[in-house]
């Protein structure tokens, strides 16, 4: 049984920041991928940004040059630090953790947490 736990969502006025947190804990042998979907009021869910086992990174052309994301892989943790934020960023943040197991390979979905961006 796996978990990602996720941190750092909130309240914050345009152009602020927000780091936000994903742990993966549990029986793991190996994660691939990590990263960070959102869930915008009302749309679709979108990719936002991720991150390999070996540091490679992708983000999604909205967030390029406002978004970081890092990953600690000795403790199993990503970070999305999010600058400039802007309304249109608010959303529900979800975290995702591609583990491969010798079992089989499969994806994991955390919780989500809230991210508003309003004056």
């Known amino acids: 049984q796996v978990q990602l736990v996720e941190s750092g969502g909130g309240l914050v006025q345009p152009g602020g920041s927000l780091r936000l947190s994903c742990a993966a804990s549990?029986?793991?042998?190996?994660?691939?991928?990590m990263g960070w979907h959102r869930q915008p009021p009302g749309k679709q869910r979108e990719l936002v940004a991720g991150?390999?086992?070996?540091?490679?990174?992708h983000y999604a052309d909205a967030v390029k040059g406002r978004f970081t994301i890092s990953r600690d892989n000795g403790k199993n943790t990503i970070y999305l630090q999010m600058n400039s934020l802007k309304p249109e960023d608010t959303a529900v943040y979800s975290c995702?953790?591609?583990?491969?197991?010798?079992?089989?390979?499969?994806?994991?979905w955390g919780q989500g947490t809230q991210v508003t961006v309003s004056s």
């Open positions: 995702y953790a591609a583990f491969e197991e010798p079992e089989g390979d499969y994806d994991y």
């Open positions: 549990g029986s793991i042998f190996r994660i691939n991928d």
């Open positions: 991150v390999n086992s070996d540091g490679s990174t």
